[in-house]
């Protein structure tokens, strides 16, 4: 099954179609402060409080199957979501880029009228099947304050959310923090979207994240910890041509790198660092392999990015060698 990142909105009575595409980035709660400050912020709305149920069947079986069913609560509003992880969806997607099918319309809370929400036969279906079976997962409960930004003529949508993921597991309620900017494209190329984080990020440092709020609810719910990931195996477009290839190949290795390097800050294992350095040589394998057909100066100044940060992760995976192993002995 295959879907389009489409949002479906409630307005007059029609519904409009828009396409979603987004970048999420963390940050923490003392450099948000300096990221205020931002004057491309500066005209951001007050905070609007926002509570989110989300529900799945016992068997978690929307998890599997990449869906996500939320309630969200406005003062006395309700709103019924559904979502469609077109991340997982689609193996095309890299880069910390969220693109998902998204329908929203007014509800009455713990109905689940999807029968007039969705228009995707396929999804109504297997919703309509479990809906019997649907409860409280998580919830989300935050602040958001937005402000549209204006960027290489591009429109996009920032949105702060701050506040917290609560689970209840074996009898007990769990918590984490949120504390993330989101980067919806309205209009413009998505390339847009890097270009702005790579700006706001010069007032406090802002991290990708292709974890949606959904993904470290559940992560919350099923107590799944963070750990090393070895890379999957590069799937082949027979079709594509050869800066495709270089393309499609480069994405891969950006995700399994994405994946890995949060572990580099917390010191805990010092495989994190081992498969960074994986991704990072498997980036300048391809930059050498695909030399003859990419433009020599993208090649020049990419090669000596990659070395760089590739050295000073050798330094440390060396320092990590002799005090784990050689030292002992």
Not at 4 to 18: E, F, G, H, S
């Amino acid at each position: 099954m295959s879907y389009q990142a489409i949002k479906y909105t409630k307005k007059r009575d029609l519904n409009i179609l828009a396409t979603e595409t987004e970048l999420k980035l963390t940050v923490t709660a003392d450099d948000l402060v300096h990221l205020l400050k931002h004057p491309l912020l500066a005209n951001l709305s007050r905070r609007k409080k926002l509570y989110n149920i989300y529900y799945d069947t016992p068997e978690l079986a929307l998890m599997k199957n990449a869906i996500a069913v939320r309630e969200r609560i406005i003062l006395r509003k309700t709103l019924l979501t559904v979502k469609l992880d077109q991340n997982k969806l689609d193996p095309n997607n890299f880069g910390g880029l969220s693109q998902r099918s998204e329908w929203e319309g007014p509800s009455i809370p713990g109905q689940f009228d999807f029968q007039t929400l969705i228009d995707d036969v396929a999804t109504l279906n297997f919703l309509s099947q479990l809906t019997p079976q649907l409860s409280p997962i998580f919830t989300t409960d935050f602040y958001r304050r937005t402000c549209i930004a204006t960027f290489r003529g591009a429109k996009v949508e920032v949105a702060i959310d701050q506040g917290l993921i609560v689970t209840k597991r074996a009898g007990s309620f769990f918590q984490e923090p949120i504390c993330e900017v989101e980067l919806e494209l309205l209009e413009g190329k998505p390339s847009a979207l890097f270009g702005l984080a790579r700006v706001l990020s010069r007032r406090a440092r802002l991290h990708p994240s292709a974890a949606s709020k959904a993904q470290r609810g559940y992560d919350l719910y099923l107590d799944r910890k963070l750990g090393p990931i070895k890379p999957a195996a590069i799937t082949q477009i027979p079709e594509a041509s050869l800066q495709q290839t270089f393309v499609h190949i480069n994405l891969e290795c950006l995700t399994h790198l994405q994946v890995n390097d949060v572990g580099l800050l917390l010191d805990q294992d010092d495989e994190y660092i081992h498969q960074v350095r994986v991704a990072i040589r498997r980036i300048r394998v391809s930059l050498k392999l695909f030399a003859k057909i990419l433009p020599l100066d993208f090649v020049s100044h990419w090669s000596m990015v990659w070395r760089g940060i590739a050295k000073r992760l050798d330094d440390a995976r060396n320092w990590d060698v002799f005090v784990a192993e050689l030292l002992p002995l």
